[in-house]
């Protein structure tokens, strides 16, 4: 019964949070916010309109980050604008395939090696910015921001090749920043996460489902194969 009842007020606690952030929010915020839901949703499709929407979203997010002074989150999000046009021409013109005429990027996975070179990076730089955080800021929760931050970084890369896996990176990342989000109290952008983690599923498995079109003979249990 104890337990019913804290896990009953931390959802009311919870929701009233995500209401009280709601009315605090600009209008800029809102709009960011539902720019990249609109992005999320139109990359699902392959849609290259995506990353217009991904554009103005990190846009905005960088102008009210550095207005907050929040100096190193508005420098990601500068590299998120340089990734929004990097990811609309690789997606537009970005196919390599000599023997295609087709300029469009084709969805593509990568191997287990790649992956495990790939997460050995983000541990490395995730330990070592994490190690400087916490000995020389106050930032709260310094190895999980460090890791969320650095993940981010490795995955809007892999969105702009198409590589099916994105996805699944970030599922994990969202679940992360979620419950990073929460313990902060930034409820709404919790919430936000939590949303995005069910339309990186869905996204997944559209992707699955064209990869295994374009390529037949790959269609097999496990993608990276």
């Known amino acids: 019964m104890d337990s019913l009842i804290i896990t009953t007020s931390t959802i009311e606690a919870f929701t009233q949070g995500v209401i009280n952030d709601s009315l605090a929010m600009s209008y800029w915020e809102v709009i960011a916010a539902l720019l990249s839901i609109v992005y999320?949703?139109?990359?699902?499709?392959?849609?290259?309109?995506?990353?217009?929407?991904?554009?103005?979203?990190?846009?905005?997010?960088?102008?009210?980050?550095?207005?907050a002074s929040l100096l190193m989150e508005s420098a990601l999000n500068i590299y998120y604008l340089v990734m929004a046009m990097?990811?609309?021409?690789?997606?537009?013109?970005?196919n390599s395939d000599q023997q295609s005429t087709e300029s469009k990027l084709t969805i593509s996975t990568w191997s287990p090696k790649?992956?495990?070179?790939?997460?050995?990076?983000?541990?490395?730089?995730?330990?070592?910015?994490?190690?400087?955080?916490?000995?020389?800021?106050?930032?709260?929760?310094?190895?999980l921001d460090s890791f969320t931050t650095w993940a981010a970084v490795l995955t809007t890369y892999m969105v702009a090749k198409k590589i099916l896996e994105n996805w699944i990176y970030w599922i994990v990342i969202d679940l992360l920043a979620s419950y990073m989000y929460a313990?902060?109290?930034?409820?709404?952008?919790?919430?936000?996460?939590?949303?995005?983690?069910?339309?990186?599923f869905f996204g997944f498995k559209a992707w699955l489902t064209t990869y295994r079109l374009q390529t037949p003979s790959n269609s097999v249990a496990s993608p990276t194969s």
């Open 114 to 143: 790649q992956h495990a070179l790939a997460i050995s990076g983000v541990a490395l730089l995730s330990l070592s910015s994490g190690y400087l955080l916490t000995n020389n800021t106050g930032a709260a929760l310094p190895y």
């Open 40 to 67: 999320l949703a139109l990359a699902m499709k392959q849609n290259s309109l995506c990353w217009y929407a991904g554009f103005a979203s990190t846009a905005i997010l960088s102008w009210l980050f550095w207005d």
């Open 86 to 94: 990097y990811g609309w021409y690789m997606w537009n013109y970005g």
């Open 183 to 200: 313990d902060r109290s930034l409820n709404v952008l919790a919430l936000q996460m939590f949303v995005y983690v069910i339309m990186c």
